[in-house]
């Protein structure tokens, strides 16, 4: 997975979205995390890529 992080970081355009199934990433601001109802309540991962010259 950091392989795709790093690939994803760089390659999206700010203010893209990347919805993840288990898989947390590095790189892409996490804007939500919400648990499928099944029985190990998967977290799926909502990220958007933010311009990295902003500082937070």
Do not use: C, N, R
Request: hydrophobic share 35%.
């Amino acid at each position: 997975m950091p392989q795709l992080s790093e690939k994803l970081s760089k390659e999206l355009k700010v203010g893209s979205l990347v919805i993840s199934h288990t898989f947390a990433l590095d790189g892409l601001k996490l804007q939500k995390t919400v648990y499928a109802k099944d029985l190990y309540s998967t977290p799926i991962y909502i990220y958007e890529k933010i311009d990295s010259s902003f500082s937070e």
